[in-house]
């Protein structure tokens, strides 16, 4: 299939390009600022399927709202018509249609240029009435604050929230994609005339401030954010694409002594912590038992033997471990443990904890194996 693509290096354009590509639409016409009306003439002469994304968001024009949401909509159907060319045209419109302001009253003229083009010659249109998108590719200081947010707040800058109780209905980018691809398919998501993306988020705008805020936070806490909400995990995946490229990595804390290290690596309030533990050759570390907290060694370089015995039993239980064969070993309570590296490098095990460490309660009481 032949599909043109107006505003294809905008947000929307560059992630719905790189989305059809992988799914195998490799015909694809890309119309950007760059090309001329001559290539649109020859685009719509050809293609199949049109996904006009183009449009103006924001300037200082006002009168430019119209000539970018109105009149260039007017061209492209002119064309369509001029060709006889009857492909479904997929319009992005917005909420704002439903608000009598510049850019409300641009987008809405661009709608029923549409829908009179349908009834005109019988094509099928796709009006969306998108709401505030968010995702990887976006604009700060442009069309969406969660760009503006989010680029702020990795570079340590400062924002402005004008009222942090304004409810916003935000839409990720992967959705808005899911959606376009069934409505290129035949079958999109209908709400009386207009169609409409399935998946949306409702969010007041100081507490998305806090939360992306948060993602800011969490290197030097080594929090993880609750994937488990839907919204926390698009909008930290979408706050790591704007880091700052020389600030993609961060130092760790290493507890550096004479038999090694310990470094913690990433810690939740729900699902404990994960460190790091590196031992030199002939090293033993342990000895001590817990009464509820539980843990796993992971040995990925290096070998050395994990020995366990019950507190009130003398019977030593072995595991041989190393990094040649990864294998979990699950260290149960009431049970004094240890590891030693009995090899000739440096033993690296990773370790889970089911809870943060307390220094208040650490739970933890010295006994050698």
Not at 235 to 264: A, H, I, Q
Request: glycine share 6%.
């Amino acid at each position: 299939m032949k599909i043109l693509i107006t505003g294809a290096s905008g947000f929307v354009g560059k992630n719905l390009v790189a989305e059809l590509r992988n799914r195998g639409y490799e015909d694809l016409f890309l119309y950007t600022r760059e090309n001329s009306l001559e290539n649109l003439a020859q685009f719509t002469k050809e293609c199949e399927f049109v996904f006009h994304l183009a449009g103006i968001n924001r300037t200082k024009n006002e009168e430019e709202f119209m000539e970018g949401n109105f009149e260039f909509t007017s061209k492209l159907l002119e064309l369509l018509k001029m060709h006889n060319n009857k492909s479904p045209v997929l319009i992005t419109s917005s909420i704002q249609a439903e608000i009598t302001n510049p850019y409300g009253e641009s987008k809405r003229a661009g709608e029923n240029l549409l829908f009179k083009y349908s009834k005109e010659v019988g094509a099928k249109v796709y009006v969306y009435r998108l709401p505030n998108l968010f995702g990887k590719w976006s604009k700060p200081n442009y069309n969406t604050v969660v760009a503006t947010y989010c680029y702020n707040f990795a570079r340590n800058l400062d924002i402005q929230i004008n009222n942090p109780e304004a409810e916003l209905t935000l839409c990720y980018i992967d959705d808005v994609l899911e959606e376009f691809v069934k409505a290129l398919e035949g079958s999109p998501t209908k709400l009386n005339k207009y169609c409409t993306i399935q998946t949306t988020y409702s969010i007041k705008l100081g507490e998305l401030a806090k939360r992306i805020e948060s993602f800011n936070e969490s290197r030097g806490t080594l929090s993880v954010p609750n994937m488990e909400d839907d919204l926390t995990k698009k909008l930290y995946s979408t706050y790591l694409s704007f880091l700052p490229e020389d600030k993609y990595s961060y130092d760790l804390k290493m507890n550096v002594d004479n038999r090694g290290s310990f470094t913690e690596f990433l810690r939740t309030p729900d699902r404990g912590q994960v460190s790091v533990n590196v031992s030199k050759s002939g090293i033993t570390k342990g000895n001590h038992w817990h009464h509820t907290k539980s843990e796993k060694f992971l040995v990925v370089s290096g070998e050395g033997l994990i020995r366990f015995r019950k507190v009130h039993s003398k019977e030593i239980i072995e595991y041989k471990v190393s990094g040649e064969k990864l294998q979990v070993v699950d260290i149960p309570v009431g049970y004094t443990h240890s590891i030693v590296n009995t090899g000739k490098s440096d033993m690296v095990t990773v370790m889970w904890v089911n809870e943060c460490f307390n220094s208040e309660n650490p739970d933890t009481y010295h006994l050698g194996v």
